[in-house]
């Protein structure tokens, strides 16, 4: 996954999230490591891989390289920072992924049924894309890059960029205010979700 300071879509939607309370909830039940990449260094790998292409094609030349920052870690851990700056605690209800999966489903089709008959723009809460992402460990070696292009990608800190975000954000709420204003919505969305996960599940296993 790729990262930068001053990314307007991924980071700020996240803080949106934090500040909504959705963020309570952890999705899986196990441990997930990914991958991520600052834009400056898929900058320099592809310098790397040009250098070497001038010097020699048969180095490089028609291969793949795996990119990356080279610390895979758990996405909770390497959002920490965000949650921090934000005097909000790390999810501590974990959810199984399949009810995760089903209710981004249901919050995609309900978005979708919202524009097309009302015109009413709405983005769900979360997506099955997001789900996905942060359910599924996804990570790669870049020893390849490292020896035949000398890659060596740089250490640039998360905490920059949100750094940055909090500059620009003008609200910030604490966990407290969080809870007292969405708890009646925290508890109708989860027997919603797990009522409709089950009736799910027994129509599937009874087919």
Not at 118 to 144: M, Q, W
Request: net charge positive; with cysteine.
């Amino acid at each position: 996954m790729f990262r930068f300071e001053h990314e307007k879509k991924h980071l700020p939607r996240i803080a949106s999230r934090i500040e909504q309370g959705v963020t309570i909830f952890k999705f899986g039940l196990g441990t997930c490591i990914l991958d991520w990449c600052h834009v400056k260094n898929l900058v320099e790998a592809h310098i790397c891989a040009d250098r070497k292409l001038k010097k020699s094609m048969n180095v490089s030349c028609g291969k793949e390289y795996n990119i990356s920052d080279g610390a895979p870690s758990d996405p909770y851990v390497f959002l920490f920072p965000l949650f921090k700056a934000m005097e909000q605690p790390l999810p501590q209800i974990s959810l199984p992924f399949y009810l995760v999966f089903f209710f981004a489903f249901l919050s995609e089709k309900l978005t979708s049924f919202l524009l097309v008959v009302f015109g009413y723009r709405l983005e769900p809460i979360v997506t099955r894309n997001e789900c996905l992402k942060v359910c599924t460990s996804h990570y790669c070696d870049i020893s390849a890059a490292k020896e035949e292009l000398l890659y060596r990608p740089g250490n640039y800190k998360f905490s920059d960029a949100v750094d940055i975000l909090m500059q620009e954000r003008k609200t910030k709420r604490r966990w407290s205010e969080i809870i007292n204003d969405n708890r009646v919505k925290f508890y109708i969305a989860f027997s919603i979700a797990l009522v409709a996960y089950y009736i799910f599940k027994f129509i599937y296993q009874e087919e």
